[in-house]
């Protein structure tokens, strides 16, 4: 069973905000980023829309599962991120829209931005200096370049390097004590 596309990742970065936005109101909502525990694995299964195989994500030591929920609201995913603490920076393994956060029909956006800045906040907690990198789908790589000033390195490697990761860490978390 193929668990994950190894061509790279497909997310989109919808808009940047300082924290999730409801497309038809306006609306924005406070986020949280936690890491999942396994009570979250019984609401991501393939059977309720989700398109990876978080459960096996979750299986892999090396790896972190975080989820983004609203604020005082942890119980409703609104996305998910796998990620890996390296020596030298922070790799994203997935990332994904909770199914009713994707496509024309979505409730909120600004999900995927909001846990890659996540990911670039970890990156300095853990002393890299906010460097992150991904494995991009081709025909994304401007597209990343565009969002998220990732600075494309070779092949379908992309990386935010420390510039790049204070900006969106500036955006996402600026009510956050620094």
């Not at 979505?106 to 990156?123: E, H, R, T």
Request: proline share 3%; hydrophobic share 40%; with cysteine.
């Amino acid at each position: 069973m193929n668990h994950r596309d190894p061509k790279g990742l497909d997310f989109e970065v919808d808009y940047l905000t300082n924290s999730i936005q409801n497309v038809v109101t306006g609306d924005s909502f406070q986020t949280d980023v936690i890491l999942c525990s396994n009570e979250d694995f019984k609401l991501v299964a393939k059977k309720e829309g989700w398109v990876f195989d978080w459960k096996f994500e979750f299986k892999q030591p090396e790896r972190d599962i975080y989820k983004l929920s609203i604020l005082n609201n942890p119980n409703i995913i609104q996305g998910l991120m796998s990620l890996e603490v390296k020596a030298d920076h922070v790799f994203v393994h997935l990332i994904e829209n909770a199914p009713f956060n994707k496509g024309k029909s979505k409730v909120y956006q600004g999900v995927p931005g909001n846990l890659i800045a996540f990911a670039c906040k970890l990156s300095f907690q853990r002393g890299h200096e906010g460097n992150v990198s991904f494995i991009s789908k081709s025909q994304l790589i401007k597209h990343y370049v565009e969002t998220l000033e990732a600075v494309h390195i070779g092949n379908q490697i992309m990386i935010s390097q420390t510039d790049a990761a204070l900006k969106l860490i500036n955006k996402y978390f600026e009510n956050e004590k620094k």
